[in-house]
């Protein structure tokens, strides 16, 4: 088992800046990725979460969705066992609940290639 806890949401303006933290405990592997993802108001189903981007611990790969490869970063603390999420020039179309996802093994951008998930945390974004 692992478990995922995220943070760091809340209500920002746009144009304002939040960093999501996500801490994994639980089971240990040598090679697995962490990713996020968001789910927009009115979404409900987890297939329908989107994509943001993960990290892979093994080789140290980053991918971003396209349309947030350009506010958004990912990053981590190995010793911590903890991934970021820095989010840039937030916009009212960002809002959702964002969510950390584990995995075995390389990156995947569908919500069901991931077998953990965090609780989630609401980012808001006012205009």
């Known amino acids: 088992q692992v478990q995922l806890v995220e943070s760091g949401g809340g209500l920002v303006q746009a144009g304002g800046s939040l960093r999501l933290s996500c801490s994994a405990s639980g089971r240990t592997f040598s090679n697995y990725t962490m990713g996020w993802f968001r789910q927009a108001p009115g979404k409900e189903r987890e297939l329908e979460r989107e994509f943001v981007g993960s990290i892979t611990w093994g080789s140290g790969a980053i991918y971003y969705a396209n349309s947030m490869k350009a506010r958004f970063t990912i990053s981590r603390d190995n010793a911590k066992n903890t991934v970021y999420l820095q989010m840039n020039s937030l916009q009212p179309e960002d809002t959702a609940v964002y969510y950390c996802?584990?995995?075995?093994?390389?990156?995947?951008?569908?919500?069901?290639?991931?077998?953990?998930w965090g609780q989630g945390t609401q980012v808001t974004v006012s205009s």
């Open positions: 996802a584990f995995r075995v093994g390389a990156s995947a951008w569908a919500p069901h290639a991931y077998d953990y």
